[in-house]
């Protein structure tokens, strides 16, 4: 159901009526334990938010106190955030789409979860809506909202996702839609400020630059100066960042500028959360490598790349069994190494989530590592009672999976009892073999 406004340009959709017909792309959300299917109009479906992703960030955003007022998402795509929020703070929300049948699935998807989640008192559905309209008009929005019976008319808090162009980590501030200052200008006067500023999530692209990290900080410091900010990177595995956000004013960390969330596999797990790290300075984030002459019985580890981008991992290391015993080999690209001479005895959850690997050196290895001198590995790795070797140096990516396959189907014939893997940082001349102790 739609109801227009007076302009007949801003249109409110109402979650408890919307009715699906026409709608597309209705997938299952595999990171959910409900299974959702969502719709995603218009190939939405690549730029939507993982459920586990969405869900994490509101179990956070309830840890601060927020005042009574509207729950805003002003770009809100799908919904799939938006919903999130309403379901861990059990508040109705308002989300604004300028495009129609996006905004129709949102309002879809979030009936989808209030009603496969359980939740049997209608006040929270009845009370949400959807606007088709302008998310930076912060006027006309709430001018609609009041016209379709919405008494309140300040925002308690404002998440905002911006498109912008994909696969770059060149593009300007100008480039998002709708544009940051776009947005502030519109909503300033309408966010409830408590002492520590409005509560406001910027939602942007895991590639952006330091340089553009300290633009936004800037453009942010424009319209609220002084606000704490903290810069949260949340992560699935796989050595990724999937998700980058600033967190601002009265839903920032008071001292910590920096936080990494690491999403588990296992969707009944609750993320992992570190907090620390300092402010985003002009200086290159990239960690300080030390060469240093690699010797048989040292141990090597490969951190989570994500960890790494996050700039937390010199917080985090210390804690682990070696202290700060260790030196960074390879601080970039997919597999940052750290060498340590005290085996790493720590176990549990938190380490496999954020050590890929980590084992004691048993040997170097000076051949290439082709189809011609596999052979050569699987001998040397039977020498160590290796059963199980994986590869964990950059090779072509139409190579790799041939000599992974070669090292298996030959080991696997063997009666090795350890598992072991190969590595290469990019100072050394020679792979190197770890043992998994």
């Not at 009715?19 to 109009?41: C, M, Q, W």
């Not at 969330?261 to 002009?282: H, Q, S, Y």
């Amino acid at each position: 159901m739609l109801l227009a406004s007076r302009d007949n340009m801003t249109r409110v959709i109402f979650p408890l009526s919307e009715s699906n017909i026409g709608l597309f792309e209705n997938v299952p959300d595999k990171t959910s334990l409900e299974r959702f299917r969502f719709y995603h109009a218009n190939e939405g479906k690549p730029l939507a938010t993982p459920w586990q992703v969405a869900l994490s960030r509101a179990q956070i955003l309830r840890g601060y106190q927020l005042p009574e007022g509207i729950i805003l998402d002003c770009a809100c795509g799908s919904g799939i955030q938006i919903a999130a929020y309403s379901e861990i703070l059990k508040r109705p929300i308002v989300g604004v789409e300028l495009n129609e049948e996006r905004a129709r699935a949102s309002a879809v998807n979030f009936r989808t979860v209030f009603t496969e989640r359980g939740d049997d008192s209608l006040s929270r559905l009845k009370n949400s809506y959807f606007v088709v309209g302008d998310g930076r008009d912060g006027e006309k929005v709430l001018a609609t909202l009041s016209e379709a019976g919405l008494a309140e008319s300040r925002v308690a808090f404002l998440h905002l996702d911006p498109a912008r162009p994909r696969n770059s980590r060149d593009h300007d501030l100008s480039e998002m839609a709708p544009r940051l200052d776009e947005i502030f200008l519109g909503w300033q006067n309408h966010l409830i400020a408590s002492e520590a500023g409005p509560a406001i999530l910027l939602d942007l692209s895991p590639r952006i630059s330091n340089r553009q990290m300290l633009d936004v900080e800037k453009l942010v410091n424009d319209f609220w100066p002084g606000l704490k900010k903290t810069w949260t990177w949340t992560s699935r595995g796989r050595g990724r960042v999937d998700r980058l956000a600033l967190w601002i004013g009265s839903i920032a960390e008071p001292g910590h500028p920096r936080r990494f969330v690491r999403i588990p596999p296992d969707p009944t797990k609750a993320p992992l959360i570190l907090l620390g790290g300092d402010a985003i300075e002009n200086t290159g984030e990239e960690l300080i490598t030390t060469p240093v002459n690699l010797q048989r019985g040292a141990n090597m580890s490969i951190v989570d790349s994500a960890l790494v981008e996050s700039g937390l991992a010199d917080d985090w290391l210390p804690t682990l069994s070696f202290g700060g015993d260790y030196v960074w080999v390879e601080s970039t690209g997919r597999r940052p190494i750290i060498y340590h001479q005290q085996q790493l005895v720590n176990s549990g959850a938190e380490l496999a989530n954020l050590i890929v690997a980590s084992g004691r050196i048993v040997d170097f290895i000076l051949d290439n590592l082709t189809l011609e001198t596999v052979d050569n590995l699987v001998e040397i790795a039977l020498i160590h009672d290796i059963r199980k070797l994986t590869i964990r140096a950059g090779l072509d990516p139409k190579m790799q999976p041939k000599l992974q396959g070669s090292l298996d189907r030959q080991l696997a014939r063997r009666h090795g009892s350890k598992e072991g893997f190969i590595v290469r940082p990019k100072s050394s001349e020679k792979y190197v073999l770890c043992v998994i102790d």
